[in-house]
């Protein structure tokens, strides 16, 4: 489940989806396994959701992840990570323990989004107000970190392949 806040909000929902534009900027990818039930436009060519378990299910191809942020967002962090071709989605939150275990000393690369997101809700409708906090895309292997440094978004690329 695709989500970018913790608990309920005025609109009486956790999941959020991607704004379709990063995705298109990306390029294609194989799997989503953290999808909505409900979306309106597709992610990947295959799709896993909360009823699937995304974590549960073996992974293949290019992956994009968008994942259910909180407490549980370190075990899709790490699943991208040992996958290695993926891509993921996430607050910017850097100095988490989570951000130094799985994206500073795994990652191949990151892009700090300029300004803060605006997300959809599960209708298809963009949000009103942005999100919480800055996101961040991290890139899992050095194709995904390729397409990251070419992709167009406006914000601010760093190649950790560089620092190792």
């Given at each position: 489940?695709?989500?970018?806040f913790e608990?309920?909000?005025?609109?009486?929902?956790?999941v959020w989806l991607?704004?379709?534009?990063?995705?298109?900027a990306?390029?294609?990818?194989?799997?989503?396994p953290s999808?909505?039930?409900?979306?309106h436009?597709?992610?990947a060519?295959?799709?896993?959701?909360?009823?699937?378990?995304?974590?549960?299910q073996?992974w293949?191809?290019r992956?994009?992840?968008?994942p259910?942020?909180?407490r549980?967002?370190?075990?899709?962090?790490?699943?991208?990570a040992e996958h290695?071709?993926?891509?993921?989605?996430?607050?910017a939150?850097?100095?988490?323990?989570?951000?130094?275990?799985?994206?500073?000393?795994?990652?191949s690369?990151?892009?700090f989004?300029k300004?803060?997101?605006?997300?959809?809700?599960?209708e298809?409708?963009?949000?009103?107000?942005?999100?919480g906090?800055?996101?961040?895309?991290?890139?899992?292997?050095?194709?995904?970190?390729?397409?990251?440094?070419?992709?167009?978004?406006?914000g601010?690329?760093?190649?950790?392949?560089?620092?190792?």
């Amino acid at each position: 489940m695709n989500t970018s806040f913790e608990g309920k909000t005025e609109t009486g929902t956790d999941v959020w989806l991607t704004p379709p534009y990063i995705i298109e900027a990306l390029g294609e990818f194989d799997l989503d396994p953290s999808s909505p039930i409900h979306r309106h436009w597709n992610t990947a060519k295959k799709h896993y959701t909360i009823i699937d378990d995304g974590l549960k299910q073996e992974w293949s191809g290019r992956v994009w992840c968008n994942p259910p942020y909180g407490r549980e967002c370190v075990k899709w962090l790490k699943k991208c990570a040992e996958h290695g071709n993926s891509m993921t989605l996430i607050f910017a939150r850097t100095e988490t323990r989570m951000f130094f275990d799985q994206v500073w000393d795994k990652a191949s690369a990151i892009l700090f989004l300029k300004g803060r997101l605006k997300f959809y809700n599960t209708e298809g409708i963009q949000a009103k107000a942005s999100a919480g906090a800055p996101s961040v895309l991290i890139a899992y292997g050095d194709n995904n970190a390729e397409i990251l440094k070419d992709c167009n978004l406006e914000g601010k690329f760093i190649d950790l392949r560089l620092m190792r």
